[in-house]
């Protein structure tokens, strides 16, 4: 997703209205250079205030995603063109809690999109959201939204809606983990370039090595604390003297 700005119409048509205006109340001005120019600068006056008035507004759209392979790129479109219809759905169910549900759906779904742009070949991992979790969630909204839109709510309706309704939680959470599971190897290689970077550091001594630190402060908890002191030459002469006994 990115946010392109777009621009208002408004500020031409001020433009254009100076021309208008100027051409109705004064034509033979409009005839004569010194004519033009006032209403060359009065237009461009005109539009730059309209700008600062009417400066347009932001809109949120998809970028493109293009993986190299068609197939996935239609698979990608077609699933990206189903979260919207959970966008959709979102915005016409009042409930909060299938909202908060949607909202993470949508969320995760936009997530795995993008890393697939990223990353195709792991579309492997992902290909039981896309071809039926996906496609059922999207099925259930339509349903919902038909049923809730039923103008007599029996004890069908209730309990169908009741259904889907308990069913929103699980389903966020199964988008949750297919979403994460594609981090697995992030993970794998993130830990291994710590493990290098560790491994260098302590053999350029820059860091002290974790695993004597280890050994070290396993061995002072082992050391009785008596011993650490060093004894008077009288203890010392009186342990001798005892141990010759």
Not at 56 to 72: M, N, S, W, Y
């Amino acid at each position: 997703m990115k946010k392109v700005h777009l621009k208002s119409a408004i500020p031409i048509y001020i433009a254009a209205a100076v021309w208008l205006l100027m051409g109705l109340i004064m034509p033979t001005m409009l005839m004569k250079l010194p004519g033009l120019i006032v209403a060359l600068a009065a237009s461009v006056a005109g539009y730059f205030a309209g700008s600062k008035i009417f400066p347009g507004r932001d809109i949120t759209v998809e970028e493109k995603i293009e993986t190299g392979d068609a197939k996935l790129d239609r698979d990608i479109a077609e699933g990206r063109a189903r979260l919207e219809k959970l966008r959709e759905a979102n915005a016409a169910i009042p409930d909060p809690g299938i909202t908060a549900n949607l909202n993470r759906m949508v969320k995760a779904g936009d997530q795995i999109f993008q890393a697939l742009g990223k990353e195709p070949q792991k579309v492997s991992m992902v290909r039981r959201f896309m071809s039926y979790y996906l496609p059922t969630a999207e099925k259930l909204m339509e349903q919902y939204r038909e049923l809730s839109a039923a103008q007599v709510k029996g004890e069908n309706i209730t309990s169908a809606m009741a259904r889907i309704e308990s069913s929103m939680g699980m389903i966020a959470d199964a988008f949750d983990k297919c979403a994460d599971n594609l981090y697995k190897d992030n993970e794998m290689d993130i830990d291994a370039e710590i493990q290098v970077m560790k491994t260098m550091l302590t053999g350029d001594s820059l860091i002290e090595n974790a695993n004597t630190s280890i050994r070290k402060s396993a061995n002072q908890a082992a050391v009785p604390p008596q011993a650490a002191q060093p004894q008077d030459e009288g203890e010392r002469e009186i342990k001798l003297t005892l141990g010759g006994h």
